[in-house]
C-alpha cells in the first residue's frame, strides 16, 4: 500500500515552454502534497506543501508564479514549470502524506519515484 | 532557521559489519518524528525507520535501529549485519513543524563484500 506515482519520469524540453509534471497517490487519500528538487549529488529541497482545495505554501526562495501548483483532488498534485530555462534542470520528487489516526497522526511522507526534467 | 547535519558524507563498510550514521539536528518542535531515509541509485526514496520524539525507547526495525537522543538533538542509524543492498545515499529528516521534513545532505554508504 501507500504508493505515490509520478508523471512522466523523464522529460525533456526547449527553453521558454512550460512542462507538467503528474503526482499521484495510487491507493490513499493524501491529506497534504509536498513538491522537492533536488540537484545531482545534493539533498532534497523542499519547493512547496500542496493541500487539497486551497492554495500551496511556497518556501522562502521559491517562485511560486515559476512553480504552479494545483491540488485539485485528494489523489492528484501538479507542478508546472513554466516559460522553463536550463537552470531549472533538476530532479523533482513529489510526496504525500497520510494519517493514520490515533493519538498522534503519524505523517509519513510517501515518496514518488521521481522526475528528471532537462531544459534545452 | 531548523537545521539537520549529517557530519559524515560517505561512509565505508564490509558486509556483515555493522556502521552507524550520525545526524544532529535543531528543531523548535516539542513533539514530531524523526525519519531515516534511504535513497539508492534509483533515485526511489525508501522509508528505512521512524521514530516519535515522545518515545524514550529507540526505534528498531530488523537490521536498524537508532540512537535517539531528544536533549542532544542526536539521532543516528545504527545498520547491523551489512548488505550489498544497503549501498545508498541516506538521509536524517526530522519533521520540521506542518509535517515538513528537513533533510540533511545525506550520507553516501557503500557496502563492499
Known amino acids: 500500500g501507500a504508493v505515490v506515482s509520478q508523471h512522466p519520469s523523464r522529460v525533456i524540453c526547449k527553453s521558454g515552454t512550460s512542462v507538467k509534471i503528474e503526482c499521484r497517490s495510487l491507493?490513499?487519500?493524501?491529506?497534504?502534497m509536498f513538491w522537492y528538487r533536488q540537484f545531482p549529488k545534493q539533498s532534497l529541497m523542499l519547493m512547496a506543501t500542496s493541500n487539497e482545495g486551497s492554495k500551496a505554501t511556497y518556501e522562502q526562495g521559491v517562485e511560486k508564479d515559476k512553480f504552479l501548483i494545483n491540488h485539485a483532488s485528494l489523489t492528484l498534485s501538479t507542478l508546472t514549470v513554466t516559460s522553463a530555462h536550463p537552470e531549472d534542470s533538476s530532479f523533482y520528487i513529489c510526496s504525500a502524506t497520510v494519517s493514520s489516526g490515533g493519538l498522534t497522526p503519524n505523517y509519513e511522507q510517501y515518496f514518488g519515484p521521481g522526475t528528471r526534467l532537462t531544459v534545452t | 532557521a531548523q537545521t539537520v547535519t549529517q557530519s559524515q558524507p560517505e561512509m565505508s563498510v564490509q558486509e556483515a559489519e555493522t556502521v552507524t550514521l550520525s545526524c544532529t539536528y535543531d528543531t523548535s518542535e516539542n513533539n514530531y518524528y524523526l525519519f531515516w531515509y534511504k535513497q539508492p541509485p534509483s533515485r526511489q526514496m525508501i522509508l528505512v525507520i521512524r521514530q516519535e520524539a515522545y518515545k524514550q525507547q529507540n526505534a528498531t526495525e530488523n537490521r536498524f535501529s537508532v540512537n535517539f537522543q531528544k536533549a542532544a538533538k542526536s539521532f543516528s542509524l545504527k545498520i547491523s549485519d551489512s548488505q550489498l543492498g544497503d549501498t545508498a545515499m541516506y538521509f536524517c529528516?526530522?519533521?520540521?513543524?506542518?509535517?515538513?521534513?528537513?533533510f540533511g545532505a545525506g550520507t553516501r554508504l557503500a557496502v563492499h563484500p
Open positions: 491507493d490513499f487519500q493524501a491529506t497534504t
Open positions: 529528516a526530522p519533521e520540521g513543524g506542518y509535517n515538513k521534513l528537513i
